[in-house]
Every structure is written in C-alpha cells, then in structure tokens.
C-alpha cells in the first residue's frame, strides 16, 4: 500500500519526536530512576559491608525512624534541618527580597551591586566553607579578630566549637554564600510588575513599607514560591557547608549535624569514628527523599494557588 | 576471487589470533601488570622505589601505583570491589573498616603456606587484619602507630624545663610554660576524632592495662574509677592545650604546633614525621602518658593501621601473592621504616631515625589504642561515642561522670558483658 504524503509526514514528525524523547527517557531511567529505585531496593536488605546479605523487610527503615540507636540521631538531625530551613527562609529569602528591592530602586552603583551581590553564589561552596572556616577561627580568624579591634571582646568566640553559635554559623555562611540566588530570582519578579502598578500606588499616596508589603510582595509571590520550595529541598538535603566546615560527625558533640551528614556516616562510613551500614543509609535517603518529594509538591501546589495573576 | 580473499582472509585472521594467542602466553610469562591501590598519595615516590627493587627480584611483573584521597578511599574501594572489579594489590586498612571489605570474600585469605613471611610479625599486628569470624588473617600489616606526647626539645630546654613523669609533673610544667607565656598544648578539641587521639596520648599510663584486660574479659566497664578518674585528669589539663581549644580543628592545632608556638602536641606518632616535613627545623622528642604516681608504668596506645592485601577476585593471584610477601620481608620493613618514619611492625627491622628508634622503645610498653582495637566493629562505635562525649565534657557541658556513663551505655546496647 503507498503511503499517502500525509501519513509519511506524521511517520516523520512521530520519529522526531521520538528522536528527541528516546534518548532523555533513557538516560534518565538509567541515571535517575534506577538509582533511586535500587536505593530503594536496597534498604530492604541487611550490608555486610558493600555485599548483600538477607532480606530484612522494613527493619532498616524502623531502625532509622525509632530505633534506640540511629533514631535519636536522626530526629536530632531532622531538628537541625528544620532550624536551617526556617533561619534561612528568614535570612536568605527575606534578605534576598530586600536586596532585591535595592536593587530594583537602581541606586548609585546598582549595576556593580547587582554583579556583586551574584559572585558568592558562583564560587565552589568547598571554597565557600573553607572561607568561613578560616574567618571563624577562634585565634585568627577575621571574626574574632574584627571584635577585638572595635573592643567588643567579650563577643569573641569559637564560633565553631560552641554548640550555642556553631549551627548558626553554618545557616549564616550558607546564607551569605546563596543570598545572590533570592535576590535575582525576586528582582526579576519586581521588573516583571508592570510599572502602572507602582506608579498608581505612589500616586495614592502609599508609604515605601505599604507598598513593598501590599503591592511588591503580594505580586512577586510565584518568586516566593519557586525560591521557597527550593529552599526546602535545599535544607534537607543540606551537605556541603556541614560537611566542610564541622566535618562528618556534626562537630561539636552532634549539636550541628544534620540528615546528609547522618546519611553519609551511615552509607559510607566515617574512616575516624565509625562503620558502614550500607541497608541503613538507603533506608534514611529513601525516607528523606519520599519526604522531600511529598512536601515539596504540597507546598508548590498550595503556595500556587496563592499567587495572584496579573 | 571473492572466495580466494576470504579463505585468504580467514587464514590470516587465524593465524593473527593463533599468534596472538601465543604471544599473549608469552607476554604473561613476559610481563604481568599488577595494579596497587592506596590512600598514601605522599608516599607515591617511595613506593615507586619499592616497586623497582621489587622488580629487581621479580623482573616479570610489573605494579602500577594508584592513589585516592583518603576520606574516600574506602568508598571507592568497596564499590570497585562490589562490583567485582578493584586492583589485585590492596592497601586495606584494619579492624572493623578491614572486616567490611573481608567479610564479603573480597580478599584472599592469607597464611603461612602462602605468604611463610607473616611469621616476621608480632600477633598482635596480625590480630589486626584478623577477620574474627573466621581467625584468618587477610592482610600483610604494614606499620604500627602510637598516641603519645609529641614535644618541642628547643622550647622545653630553652625555658629550663625537664620531661613529666607523673601527671603532677606534666600539671606543673604546663604552669611553668604558661608563666613564661608559652602554650603548652596546642590540641583542640573543634574536629571530633582528635578527641579519641588526646585521650589515647594522654591518659593510657591512667587507663592501664589491666583496665583494658577488664574491659575485654568483661570484669569492668567504663564507669569503673580508673576511666573516670583520667577523664577528670583530662579536662583539667584541657586548660592547657590551645588557647579557645573548643574551636580549634586539626589542622589548626598542627600550624600551632609546627609554628613553634607550643611546647607539646598530644597525639599520633605518625605527626612527627608530617611536622617535619613543614619546619624541618623543629628538634622534636616523644615520651608516654604521664603516670598518677611515681612507679607506675608508663604507656602509650598502639594500634595497626593496615596492610597489604590480594584481591579475592584476581587472576593474577601468584604475582600478587608474590608482591605481597615482598612487602613483609624486614628488607621492605627497613625501607619503610626509615623513609616513612612509620614505625613497620615487622621483626628484625633496622631503624635510622632516632624518633623512631624512641617509639620503638616505647612500644615495649603499650595497651592498645583501645576503641579502635576494640569497639570499632558495631554502631554506636566507641570511637563515635569516646569522641563526642569526651568534646562535650571538654567544652564544660558533661561532668566526667556522665560522659564515662554516656560510652558505657552506648556500647552495652551490643556488648554482652556491660549488660550485667
């Protein structure tokens, strides 16, 4: 039967589609669901090291959530999380904002402060934690040392070694290190506004503080959303900073560790201290994955339909 | 024609694959390459040279060197090997990281048929690549590592000032030093297993051997007084050691001390030859815990590092048992020694360097490094618990007491004997 000119040209667009959604379908299912999915798999099994041994059922995942060893670190880790969401929801999404409207009012130097204010995000967060880790030194790090030559000696401390300021100081210097990212994301969100908008609003008279709250924020609000549901996924699966600046075991005595720390010791081990238990970590990122995924699509749909269209 | 070619072709072919196949055996005679994984990567020069004189003897077999960074070394290596792969030449380490590579059958067991050499070692260096389901040996060790006092002769002889013996002695020093403006100590407690290293460096002599007998045959646990009392010990020399110890790491505490700005550094013997190497100048000693009374003995804490392993999997297994006995003749054990500066565990060694020579002579009186010997094999480790709960009582947030409870019930919820 000859293929009427019709068919061919579907025949044609059909393989390009598929031309074009084979390959990503399966690198992703290789790459992606795979992994996750033998993750899963795995946490069904007791590790003796890197080999598998028996299939114990959901042992590994009750050990992790109650168990009189691994569930005390984990609910003291997840604690720690919650902090780091909600100090840098507060820090780096709210002093994103704020930046942003700076920005947006276009001050003196506002294109070097725009560039500026991007470069941290840029860096390696390795560099980033080793940074802060240098200026927090209790002997010469530029903290202490900036306190004492204003005379303010008795707010020097060892930022890193008091349970009271050191989880702090990470939430501080992940803050400074992503700031960059809130305020872009939002001072695009402000020049989307159209400037009628604005402009009306000043001429009825609106003070700035009305009008960046009943105005700029109501409208910048799917900014708030796309930055809060990555700061959420962001916080629980916060690594880098922790790991580089206190180390595997959430120095001092476990008052700064946190899920992807406990996750890391689990899995792989930590060469100083302890031994893997391979079933247990997959059971703890699975856990944590499951959450992230379940949280983070609540909170998008229900932050979606608060926004208002404009 | 056509048919003419391929008959011709595939006569080639065969004959190519025939002496291939030939050459291939020959080239096996010939040259066997062994791949050697390791997390030393300063050690590379000298393990070149190693593998040359290796290869003096050996001319058929030829080792290549490879290194990964060290915190993730085990990672690479258990998943290499989980996935049936890794290099037929093994560093390994020992205890419970050894046992979570040997329990899985990746290594070759090792014994005196095959490698007659392990009988140059003491047993304690082969208790610690020991699997112990099983009681066989899996590695060939390779040095042996001590916590002690490291010190600054210059500082200590400038400020007139002699070597403590007793704890009493070390207390009053450490007073002198401060007087003088100099600081004692320059550990800190900011990264967690230094806290293991200062109570191992510091406290052995107080400890006791007997209290590590007890422990083991289950007769005592960590509440007991003789533990308690040297953690009291500890947190008040902690006064001593850098200035906001709280918040000083690792290597902090190392540029302190290799900057000549303290006196002493409790920790690993395997830091004098590091400190060296960054201040070549530094006139360095080392002498054991101090004593709670004159007459005691003295101690320092000991332990394996690791050892030389065979890939289970290998199927170059005789070049590589052959590789392996290399690495446990005092030939090899000498060379390690004196260019390392890591004390070899193997009988019969020669030692240049007198450091070394002086840990050698300490090792003679020595309990084990006792976590890591001991309770590394099982979660909550002792390691993980010794670490924190030491930090926390140096920080002023536990009494002594409480820490020592702290260990104890972390490691009865698997340690038969303490759940009396």
């Known amino acids: ?310 | 024609m056509r048919g003419l070619t391929m008959n011709l072709t595939r006569r080639m072919l065969m004959g190519v694959a025939m002496g291939g196949y030939l050459l291939s055996a020959g080239a096996a005679m010939a040259k066997t390459e062994l791949t050697f994984w390791s997390w030393r990567q300063e050690d590379k020069a000298f393990y070149q040279d190693v593998i040359k004189k290796f290869q003096e003897k050996e001319p058929d077999i030829s080792v290549k060197f490879e290194t990964y960074a060290p915190e993730n070394y085990q990672t690479i290596l258990s998943t290499a090997l989980a996935a049936g792969r890794g290099p037929d030449v093994i560093q390994a380490r020992a205890y419970g990281n050894l046992e979570a590579i040997a329990t899985p059958g990746y290594l070759l067991a090792l014994d005196k048929q095959n490698v007659p050499e392990l009988a140059n070692f003491p047993d304690s260096a082969l208790a610690a690549e020991t699997l112990r389901s099983d009681g066989k040996v899996y590695a060939v060790p390779f040095a042996m590592q001590a916590q002690l006092v490291v010190y600054n002769k210059k500082i200590l002889k400038d400020a007139g000032l002699n070597l403590p013996k007793t704890w009493d002695e070390l207390i009053a020093l450490c007073q002198a030093l401060k007087a003088k403006n100099i600081n004692p100590f320059s550990n800190g407690t900011a990264t967690a297993w230094q806290n293991e290293t200062i109570v191992g460096g510091l406290l052995s002599s107080m400890i006791g051997k007997q209290f590590e007998a007890d422990i083991v045959s289950g007769k005592a646990n960590f509440t007991d007084p003789r533990f308690v009392n040297a953690l009291a010990k500890l947190k008040e020399v902690s006064q001593y050691f850098a200035p906001n110890f709280t918040g000083v790491d690792y290597p902090s505490s190392q540029q302190l001390f290799v900057a000549g700005r303290a006196a002493m550094f409790a920790g690993g013997s395997y830091e004098v030859a590091n400190f060296k190497s960054q201040n070549p100048t530094l006139d360095l000693g080392v002498f054991p815990a101090p004593v709670l009374k004159a007459g005691d003995e003295a101690l320092i804490a000991t332990y394996y590092d690791g050892g030389y392993a065979v890939n289970a999997k290998t199927e170059k297994k005789d070049a590589a048992v052959k590789f392996v006995r290399f690495l446990a003749t005092p030939e090899y054990g000498t060379a390690f020694t004196n260019t390392l500066k890591n004390l070899s565990p193997i009988k019969g060694i020669k030692i240049e360097d007198p450091i070394t020579q002086d840990v050698a002579k300490l090792a003679d009186h020595s309990m084990s490094y006792l976590m890591l010997v001991h309770f590394r094999y099982q979660e909550p480790s002792g390691s993980v618990l010794l670490q924190s709960n030491v930090q926390k009582m140096l920080a002023g947030q536990q009494t002594p007491e409480q820490a020592a409870a702290e260990i104890n019930k972390g490691i009865a919820t698997y340690y038969k004997p303490f759940q009396k």
Request: charge should be positive; glycine fraction near 8%.
């Open chain 1, 1 to 310: 039967m000859p293929v009427s000119p019709k068919q061919a040209r579907t025949l044609k667009h059909r393989s390009w589609v598929a031309f074009l959604v084979i390959p990503p379908i399966v690198f992703m299912s290789l790459f992606v669901v795979y992994p996750i999915l033998s993750a899963f798999a795995y946490a069904f099994y007791e590790w003796r090291g890197l080999a598998r041994g028996e299939f114990v059922g959901l042992a590994n995942f009750k050990e992790v959530l109650i168990g009189p060893i691994m569930g005390p670190v984990v609910w003291n880790a997840f604690l720690h999380n919650v902090y780091a969401l909600v100090a840098l929801m507060i820090i780096q999404n709210g002093g994103g904002f704020f930046l942003a409207w700076l920005l947006y009012k276009e001050p003196f130097g506002f294109r070097f402060h725009r560039v500026a204010v991007f470069v941290p995000v840029v860096l390696s967060t390795i560099i980033v934690g080793f940074l802060w880790k240098l200026f927090l030194n209790p002997n010469f790090g530029i903290v202490n040392q900036a306190l004492f030559t204003v005379g303010l000696d008795s707010l020097a401390k060892p930022w890193l070694g008091d349970a009271s300021t050191a989880l702090g100081a990470l939430i501080l210097a992940n803050a400074w290190h992503f700031v960059g990212f809130p305020t872009l994301v939002y001072l695009a969100g402000m020049q989307r506004i159209p400037s009628e908008i604005i402009e009306a609003a000043r001429l009825d008279g609106t003070s700035e503080w009305q009008l960046l709250k009943n105005v700029i924020w109501p409208l910048v609000a799917p900014s708030t959303t796309i930055l809060f549901t990555l700061l959420f996924i962001g916080a629980f699966n916060w690594f880098e900073i922790p790991y580089v600046m206190v180390g595997l075991d959430g120095s001092p005595y476990g008052t700064t560790d946190v899920l992807g720390l406990v996750f890391y010791r689990t899995a792989f081990g930590n060469q100083s201290a302890s031994i893997q238990n391979f079933g247990q970590g997959s059971a703890l990122a699975t856990l944590l994955f499951l959450f992230i995924v379940v949280f983070a699509s609540m909170l998008t749909l229900w932050l979606r339909r608060r926004e208002i269209q404009f």
